[in-house]
Antibody
Framework: EVQLVESGGGLVKPGGSLRLSCAGS????????LNWVRQAPGKGLEWVSS????????YYSDSLKGRFTISRDNAENSLYLQMNSLTADDTAVYYC???????????????????WGQGTLVTVSS | QSVLTQPPSASGTPGQRVTISCSGG????????VNWYQHLPGAAPKVLIY???QRPSGVPDRFSGSKSGTSASLAISGLQSEDEADYYC???????????FGGGTKVTVL
């Protein structure tokens, strides 16, 4: 079964840092582009960042203002999101999602997210 | 506000047809395929329609997608109670170099 499992969420004070992890299984992890998507309480889904299979292409939402860093370790089948200078606006459930496509390695603009993990909750509060 | 515009809510009685619109622009819907996701409370989002109008295996054929110009639509025919969920359109934006989501539409079965 293709699966993504997030971890690392929790309560952090404003200005603090947190590192999220996402473990993949049931597929060739190193062949896929991966993404982070978040959902703040009562709000919609918001794309955060994506990283290509070999980490050659990395993109971020402009709203992050350079505070987040996405990375991956294909040997460990793991995706990461380092979050710094956190504010209350970063409070959200963070999902990791794999990009799927008609052919392996296609460009993101042709892809879709499948599957998604169950999410991990990040709460930024004093 | 979201780059893609969706109505915040839609509703219908069991068996009715409900349509959700998603309006974008030339850097996103105008040139790239649109995907639709269903998000049930407490669950992981799930792809419902990909590449404008393709249904993954396991998704009932009551769900269909279409696109014209810079707008896309998701239709649910024969509405059922288990269709109560939030629905999001999403597409890659060539101008932003990133994915953009609609604000989401909450579907209620009356």
């Amino acid at each position: 079964e293709v699966q993504l499992v997030e971890s690392g969420g929790g309560l952090v004070k404003p200005g603090g840092s947190l590192r999220l992890s996402c473990a993949g299984s049931g597929f060739t992890f190193s062949s896929y582009t991966l993404n982070w998507v978040r959902q703040a309480p009562g709000k919609g889904l918001e794309w955060v960042s994506s990283i290509s299979s070999t980490s050659d292409y990395i993109y971020y939402s402009d709203s992050l203002k350079g505070r987040f860093t996405i990375s991956r370790d294909n040997a460990e089948n793991s995706l990461y999101l380092q979050m710094n200078s956190l504010t209350a606006d970063d409070t959200a459930v963070y999902y990791c999602a794999r990009e799927d496509c008609f052919v392996r390695g296609c460009s993101s603009h042709l892809a879709w997210f499948d599957p998604w993990g169950q999410g991990t909750l990040v709460t930024v509060s004093s | 506000q979201s780059v893609l515009t969706q109505p915040p809510s839609a509703s219908g009685t069991p068996g009715q047809r409900v349509t959700i619109s998603c309006s974008g622009g030339s850097p996103n819907i105008g040139i790239n395929p649109v995907n639709w996701y269903q998000h049930l409370p407490g669950a992981a989002p799930k792809v419902l329609i990909y590449s404008d109008n393709q249904r993954p295996s396991g998704v009932p054929d009551r769900f269909s997608g279409s696109k014209s110009g810079t707008s896309a639509s998701l239709a649910i025919s024969g509405l059922q109670s288990e269709d109560e969920a939030d629905y999001y359109c999403a597409v890659w934006d060539d101008g932003l170099n990133g994915w953009v989501f609609g604000g989401g539409t909450k579907v209620t079965v009356l």
